[in-house]
């Protein structure tokens, strides 16, 4: 049974940082691409961030150079530092993994509204105010 439970979503004031994980359990971070995907209330679903099973990461234009994702392959932990946070960042966060090459992990990221991805966390909520 695959399981990710992400934690460190909150409210925070533009300008601020804050820090998501993804924990997964019975899901090697090593196997193929891992990301972070993100839904506001009335918009679609939106790739933010991924990482494939060698550490190439990509990013939406939005959040580049903002937004840095990371893993630890021995806490079997995603990471989403997020700085320089904008109102427009608002949104419901998830952690996504998938053990399929079908798609490079950019592509996969890039595919809005429903990208082909295996396993979902609950999410988490991120607000930030003006």
């Known amino acids: 049974q695959v399981q990710l439970v992400e934690s460190g979503g909150g409210s925070v004031q533009a300008g601020g940082s804050l820090r998501l994980s993804c924990a997964a359990y019975?899901?090697?971070?090593?196997?193929?691409?891992m990301g972070w995907f993100r839904q506001a209330p009335g918009k679609e679903r939106e790739g933010v961030a991924g990482i494939d099973s060698e550490g190439s990461t990509t990013y939406a234009d939005s959040v580049r150079g903002r937004f840095t994702i990371s893993k630890d392959n021995v806490k079997n932990t995603l990471y989403l530092q997020m700085n320089s946070l904008k109102p427009d960042d608002t949104a419901m966060y998830y952690c996504?993994?998938?053990?399929?090459?079908?798609?490079?992990?950019?592509?996969?990221?890039?595919?809005?509204?429903?990208?082909?991805?295996?396993?979902w966390g609950q999410g988490t909520q991120v607000t930030v105010s003006s």
């Open positions: 019975g899901y090697t971070v090593s196997m193929y691409c």
């Open positions: 996504a993994a998938t053990y399929s090459r079908e798609y490079s992990c950019p592509a996969l990221v890039a595919i809005t509204p429903t990208p082909p991805v295996r396993y």
